[in-house]
């Protein structure tokens, strides 16, 4: 039997989608409504007989070498309505958009499909013929990440706030929004809330191949006495950020990202952006964080497709102990294809996270084999059915079965 938190999460979905398709405002059907999709599933198992081991190492972000490393369930559910459809290109326009995520573990056929609620908004714009347009609401604000990690490396502020977008300006877009992000804890000033002021200027032509995207953020968070007398601090915070971006022809891209955060805005990301207690001389304030990425995507002929990755960051959170840190990375996935359909993609890839002032330093290499269906020659080409071997050497080795899909 389903549980009752799995059905009240499914009657709400169910409630969500007939909100979007039968508005009594606006009755949204047929190709005005979009379903959109992102999801993946499957099963592992160790050699020595147990359920699938991942491993997310400590002082790194998203997932690296992904491949054969996703143990539960996952998947993205996206309802787009387009309230006012444009007659004409770049005419007017009113857009809806409910994005569900729901990440089950995967252990058995009925189980809490943990859903959350990780996009909700409006957007519209060309009024009079213009190219701006406006959005307010909770939404993904990030740019591409590396997908043989699972990182959103550049410009990621996801959170609720509002903006505005596609500001002609030198040759490429600027884009402006207020975002907000609210935290547990509460004090005398009242519950912890991030205010952050983002700026993007996307597309600035160098050469015919060659574009620039620059990010800015500033940051700031009211600080005050909680319930049990710690102080916390009034916090500030600046993010910097540039992205080189280079077109390879007609077979890949190149991104080379340098981005640098201080204060509340080390992180460099919107999430988890609150006041943190006051320890002595070692404040929020004071820490910073430096990260350089490089991503390199190419379909290089009919038989081969490959990514390449590079992540150097380095940091200092504020704090005592292992305050202090880097982290190093490099990994590789090329695809071989046989044929239109059949492929078979390896993975392999090394981290290395270093902690100077306690000597700490937590090493790792995973190598995945995975013989794989997909319907087109292309790197990204989805869906794909998938086998895996794989290997996180010095700890556990197995195999299992995959789909991932998105749509």
């Not at 998203?62 to 787009?80: H, K, P, V």
């Not at 699972?150 to 609720?160: E, L, P, R, V």
């Amino acid at each position: 039997m389903i549980n009752c938190s799995a059905g009240r999460s499914i009657l709400w979905l169910l409630s969500v989608v007939f909100l979007l398709s039968a508005s009594p405002s606006f009755a949204v059907t047929g190709e005005d409504f979009e379903y959109k999709g992102y999801f993946r599933s499957g099963t592992g198992a160790n050699f020595s007989g147990g359920g699938q081991n991942c491993y997310n190492e400590v002082g790194t972000s998203g997932n690296q070498f992904r491949l054969g490393n996703e143990c539960s369930d996952y998947g993205e559910a996206y309802f787009i309505a387009h309230v006012l459809k444009p007659k004409k290109e770049k005419a007017m326009f009113f857009d809806t958009r409910v994005s569900l995520a729901y990440n089950p573990p995967g252990y058995t056929q009925y189980e809490n499909p943990n859903f959350s609620l990780i996009e909700v908004y409006i957007e519209g714009g060309h009024f009079d013929d213009s190219p701006l347009t406006y959005w307010v609401g909770k939404r993904f604000y990030r740019e591409p990440g590396l997908h043989m990690d699972d990182f959103f490396y550049f410009a990621d502020s996801s959170g609720n706030g509002g903006g505005v977008q596609n500001i002609p300006l030198i040759g490429g877009k600027l884009a402006v929004a207020l975002l907000t992000e609210s935290g547990s804890v509460v004090t005398t000033s009242g519950r912890s809330r991030t205010l952050m002021a983002d700026v993007r200027l996307f597309q600035v032509p160098i050469s015919p191949v060659d574009d620039l995207n620059f990010w800015a953020t500033v940051s700031v968070s009211k600080g005050g006495v909680d319930s049990t007398g710690i102080q916390y601090e009034n916090s500030t915070g600046t993010t910097f950020g540039v992205k080189y971006h280079r077109k390879l022809g007609t077979v890949g891209d190149n991104n080379l990202a340098l981005v640098w955060g201080r204060g509340l805005s080390q992180g460099l990301t919107l999430a988890g952006t609150n006041p943190a207690p006051i320890l002595g001389a070692n404040t929020q304030n004071s820490s910073w964080r430096l990260r350089a990425v490089n991503d390199l995507v190419v379909n290089l002929s009919e038989k081969w497709a490959f990514q390449v990755g590079a992540v150097f960051e380095r940091w200092n959170t504020g704090g005592n102990g292992n305050a202090s840190g880097t982290w190093l990375s490099l990994g590789a996935r090329p695809i071989y294809f046989f044929s239109e359909v059949f492929s078979v993609a390896v993975e392999v890839g090394g981290s290395s996270v270093t902690y100077p002032g306690s000597g700490q330093n937590n090493k790792f290499i995973r190598t995945t084999i995975a013989p794989q269906i997909t319907p087109k020659i292309d790197f990204f080409a989805r869906p794909a059915l998938r086998a895996y071997v794989t290997n996180t050497w010095g700890r556990s080795s197995g195999f299992g079965l995959q789909g991932e899909v998105w749509f």
